[in-house]
């Protein structure tokens, strides 16, 4: 009589002898009870999340920032103004010799031209010029502050013009702050900067740039971007504003990675981001014969907005709180390979990977004593059983 014979037999028993026997984690089944998944006086409870088209969707793109939704409207010459702060000369022409600031007598070729010395921009905006007084120029672009002043001096002066020029940038600055090489208050040039050149200007970042994240705070908001975004796309690289505060921050992301995976680990990836068929390559992949394809799970605290969007029957009890999802992709379907190909891993994550049920058998089977053929014969019956 063959162990064969007996095979159904010996299944029932090991399986329910399995539950019994030291594991790395959770089985497949455990997520799928639905005793484990509701909220108790001890548990939180959690939401199983098949990865479907429908669930990607839903997290694609969610939570992007981008520098581009801040405008980043060219600063050139025409639009650069004066600021409170600035060191402003002026040069005042005539027409004439013999004027308020033409040296010679009239009709003479003596000088028509006197330059004032350079002179800070005060709280009330204004500086002075002779014969014309507290001139306000303060918010202008230079050639309305040169108009500003040519008024200013009309029936004193013969055919008075004006240039005026920023000696010192104050207003007109940008802080540059993090892990640059330089960090400080950077003048904005009259032709325009580009965030990028700001960082530059500061000496460049100092951690390579896959670990290197942009933080860009105008107006009361704060984003941030990958630098390596911020590189590859032209539309991210916005105009630099005055009042600007960019944050060059160096930050290595990670994932932990758990159960039946080559690594159990804390795994580091890019600031860029980094999808799940990528995380689970970078973790060791699964492990032949002893992972089971059908369960790998993310887990992650959710939004309860969010959460409510995955699975509307589960009960939330603060609105506004968080709650646990457990993401569940099955690698034994080739559309889920497609669908983790456009699924997020996210900073904290846990990647899980369950034991194969043949791993529990083997064990138990080793356990008792059963020779290798009878080890054999169990595992290539559960495997049939197995859907």
């Not at 590189?231 to 009042?243: F, K, L, T, V, W």
Request: glycine letters at 12%.
């Amino acid at each position: 009589m063959t162990f064969s014979r007996f095979l159904p037999l010996v299944l029932s028993v090991l399986l329910s002898a399995c539950s019994i026997l030291p594991n790395q984690g959770p089985t497949t089944q455990a997520f799928e009870m639905e005793e484990n998944r509701m909220p108790t006086a001890v548990s939180e409870g959690f939401i199983v999340a098949d990865l479907t088209p429908r669930v990607v969707q839903l997290l694609e793109g969610r939570g992007v920032q981008s520098f581009g939704s801040l405008g980043g409207a060219y600063r050139g010459a025409g639009q650069y103004r004066i600021g409170v702060g600035d060191a402003v000369s002026v040069s005042i022409w005539e027409a004439n010799g013999g004027g308020l600031f033409a040296t010679g007598a009239p009709g003479t070729t003596g000088s028509r031209a006197t330059g004032i010395p350079a002179q800070v921009v005060e709280r009330d905006g204004a500086i002075t010029i002779p014969y014309a007084g507290r001139v306000t120029v303060a918010g202008l672009m230079l050639s309305e502050a040169e108009t500003k002043i040519v008024e200013a001096l009309q029936g004193k002066a013969i055919e008075p013009q004006a240039i005026v020029s920023v000696n010192q940038n104050v207003s007109n600055t940008v802080t540059v702050t993090g892990e640059v090489v330089n960090g400080r208050r950077i003048p904005l040039t009259q032709a325009g900067d580009r965030i990028l050149d700001v960082i530059a200007a500061a000496g460049g970042a100092r951690a390579p740039t896959d670990e290197t994240k942009v933080t860009l705070t105008r107006g009361g908001r704060t984003l941030s971007i990958a630098m390596g975004k911020l590189i590859n796309d032209p539309s991210e690289n916005i105009y630099a504003r005055p009042g600007d505060t960019i944050t060059v921050v160096r930050e290595i992301q990670t994932f932990t990675a758990l159960g039946a995976t080559g690594r159990n680990t804390l795994v580091d990836f890019s600031t860029d981001g980094i999808t799940l068929e990528k995380a689970v390559a970078k973790a060791g992949g699964l492990i032949n014969v002893l992972s089971d394809p059908r369960g790998v799970f993310l887990l992650r605290r959710e939004h309860a907005s969010l959460a409510r969007k995955l699975d509307p029957g589960f009960p939330i009890k603060n609105p506004n709180g968080y709650v646990n999802v457990v993401y569940r992709a099955n690698l034994r379907d080739p559309n889920t390979l497609f669908l983790a190909q456009r699924f997020d891993v996210l900073e904290d994550d846990i990647l899980y990977v369950s034991g194969a049920p043949s791993t529990e058998l083997q064990k138990f089977l080793t356990l008792v004593g059963l020779g290798s053929g009878a080890i054999n014969d169990v595992t290539a019956g559960v495997a049939r059983f197995t859907p």
